[in-house]
């Protein structure tokens, strides 16, 4: 063989490695509600590349970057901002409204066909009510 028949140890594209701008790129995009083949497509890259590399990013990107808008939020409140405060505010009232719904949301596991028919047999009232048990008259004394 010749020297430039033989084949060389580099095949293929070089291993994609991601920087910084490209982490920072899949958080924001991903806070914006981008979906993960966009997202890959915008890096230049495929979308199972992407989540090998980018996994953090993709599982944590949106509370990272929620985080990042709620503090600059509240310094801006801080500083007098009006439209902050009242975002804020409006925020504050969605969280309270989900809690309430998640609260009333807790429902009673439905019953299976045996205990719903238990259940209705010791409702029975009116004339078809079982009559009550005799009460004991004893005296021990």
Do not use: W
Request: proline share 6%; aromatic share 4%; glycine share 12%.
């Amino acid at each position: 063989m010749t020297e430039k028949s033989k084949p060389s140890g580099k095949r293929g594209r070089p291993q994609y490695r991601p920087s910084l701008e490209d982490r920072q790129m899949v958080e924001q995009m991903k806070f914006c509600g981008e979906s993960d083949n966009t997202i890959a497509r915008a890096l230049g890259i495929d979308p199972d590349t992407m989540r090998k590399h980018f996994g953090d990013e993709l599982a944590d990107g949106h509370a990272q970057r929620r985080k990042e808008v709620i503090g600059m939020l509240f310094g801006a409140a801080r500083g007098g901002n009006v439209a902050a405060i009242k975002k804020l505010e409006e925020m504050g009232r969605a969280a309270g409204a989900q809690e309430a719904v998640k609260g009333r949301e807790a429902r009673a596991p439905k019953l299976g066909k045996k205990e719903e028919q238990k259940a209705s047999a010791k409702a029975v009232g009116g004339k078809f009510a079982p009559p009550s048990p005799p009460q004991l008259v004893v005296n021990n004394s």
